[in-house]
């Protein structure tokens, strides 16, 4: 195992019972919502919707059905909430937390779950832009997707979830750290 994620599988992957579960995986959902819900208000809201990657990575962490139930979840509390919203959860935000805390439970390397994250979420980015034909990135990327821009796309997706892959690291490396701490009991 790579000494980097290590720490992950130590203090978030942990067993847990069904109870906790779902109470997790409801405070998860919930948080990735509201988080979500964030980008209506504009400016610092955008940037604050990207943060409900986190819930759903640390619930995938967890468990792979915790990740994958909390993420159906949010996606069913978003279509209530805000549907304006759909296109952007579960083909972007959800899905880089749901393939990286995959990548980090399988790969064991912080490397291959940036480039594992990183062509999910171009993935999710392209069938947005191809197959629904929603302008998630402007009106100027919509109009003609060439070899160019998917591969912009996938460049930018895997530096940013390299940022996230970093990040995350850093949170749990932190967290690990408070004497006597394990995380989630």
Do not use: C
Not at 39 to 45: A, E, F, H, R, T
Not at 116 to 123: A, M, P
């Amino acid at each position: 195992m790579n000494p980097e994620t290590k720490i992950v599988d130590h203090y978030i992957a942990l067993s847990v019972t069904p109870a906790r579960k779902i109470a997790y995986g409801a405070l998860l959902a919930s948080l990735a919502t509201i988080l979500q819900s964030a980008g209506m208000l504009g400016g610092i809201g955008l940037l604050v919707s990207a943060l409900s990657t986190l819930a759903i990575l640390i619930g995938t962490v967890i468990s792979l059905q915790l990740g994958f139930l909390s993420y159906l979840t949010a996606l069913f509390l978003i279509a209530v909430i805000q549907p304006s919203e759909l296109f952007a959860f579960p083909l972007t935000t959800g899905l880089l937390g749901l393939s990286m805390g995959f990548a980090f439970r399988y790969f064991k390397s912080g490397f291959l779950a940036a480039v594992f994250s990183g062509i999910s979420l171009t993935l999710g980015i392209l069938f947005i832009l191809l197959i629904i034909k929603f302008p998630i990135l402007g009106p100027a990327a919509t109009s003609d997707v060439d070899f160019n821009l998917i591969m912009i796309i996938l460049l930018f997706s895997i530096f940013y979830s390299w940022i996230w892959v970093k990040g995350f690291l850093s949170i749990v490396k932190k967290f690990s750290r408070i004497p006597g701490n394990r995380a989630f009991d």
